[in-house]
């Protein structure tokens, strides 16, 4: 039994968006999972094998990149990069989503080819921790022909999710209504692009084509990268349920304006925040703290929730159990600061202001995979491992 113990926390944020700030100023981890959070000397810290002294510092759940198109390890043919997602989990993100494997040369857009994609991705990356991350992939691309039983044995094989719809040759809210149906029916959480056409191939998918399909995820309400108008915006916000995403490759005016939309709808539960990279804009290592930084300088959205929206919300979202700080779930966690220099006195204060917070641990399953980020601005105050036994 391995037991962690974070102490000296001066804020901690629960990925909860209903109740973002939690009293308490330390976390005891066991075997991988929050076991308690609250005060220290209210729990039983003994025989902890590592201590880990936060310095006041702020405490987040680990970052979910929403929208990540991976293809297989750690490359991307579509900007020939590799290490991307490592470099990203020293952004704090410790949870990829697949938007959909399309970048692979020579993709197969048959419905055997789509499948088998689709199971090898899941499975690859089930057994593979970029940096330490966690990549949910294989999110199946719609291509016509697929069956009823094609899902089910998708399900099977652990294919959790649905690609944007778009990307594949189902286009059309008539062809895909039917699959998204059987996907949701075995379980699969299903995302659909929104917006202009993003590369050769693809295409333009309004608010009415999104409407009626009924996925649970519009992929990028500010575009990706090029956004539909306002009213329709207005329209997925007021006229649905759907999870909305806001993406770092997406239109930054209409992300501030799609914001403002869900405060005053009350909808900040259904705002969950990605990347869309690897594509032509390129690969953002800090892309999610920069959407989170983003939203809360320039819209009415504390930074507090702007976490929440990229932890707990798109944990609740693709049903996975972490993304906040509470008792029983997977100790994924990003210790971060004030950069050095910044005008804002902790993380939060930072990304208010607008600066990309430093991030100066990540955790994954309480095991440290990143001791000092690489990628963010050094941190004012930085946590020390101050016990580490065997
Ligand atoms: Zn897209």
Known sequence: MSKVLLKNIGTLVSGNISDPILKGNAILIENGKINQVGFEGDFDAAGAQTTIDCAGTTVTPGLFDSHCHVVLGDYTPRQ?????LESEVHGGVTTFISAGEVHLPGRPKDPAGTKALAIVAAKSFANFRPGGGKVVGGALILEKGLTRSDFEELAREGVRSVGEIGLGSIKNPEDAAVMVQWAKEYGMTVMMHAGGTSIP???TVTAEMVIQTNPDIVSHINGGPTAVALDEVKRLVTETDFALEIVHCGNPK???EAANLCVEQDAL???????DAPSGTGVIP???LRVICHLASLAAIKPEQAVCMATGNAARVHKLPR???????????VIMDAPMGSVGEDALAAIEAGDVPAVSMVLVDGEIVVSKSRNTPPPVRK???VSKDR
């Open 286 to 288: 800090l892309g999610v």
């Open 383 to 385: 946590p020390q491992v």
């Open 254 to 256: 209409v992300a501030v």
């Open 269 to 275: 539960h259904r705002i969950i925040i990605g990347n």
């Open 80 to 84: 020939k990069q590799t290490g991307f």
């Open 323 to 333: 993304g906040l700080i509470a008792a029983g779930k997977e100790a994924d966690l």
């Open 201 to 203: 191939g693809s295409s």
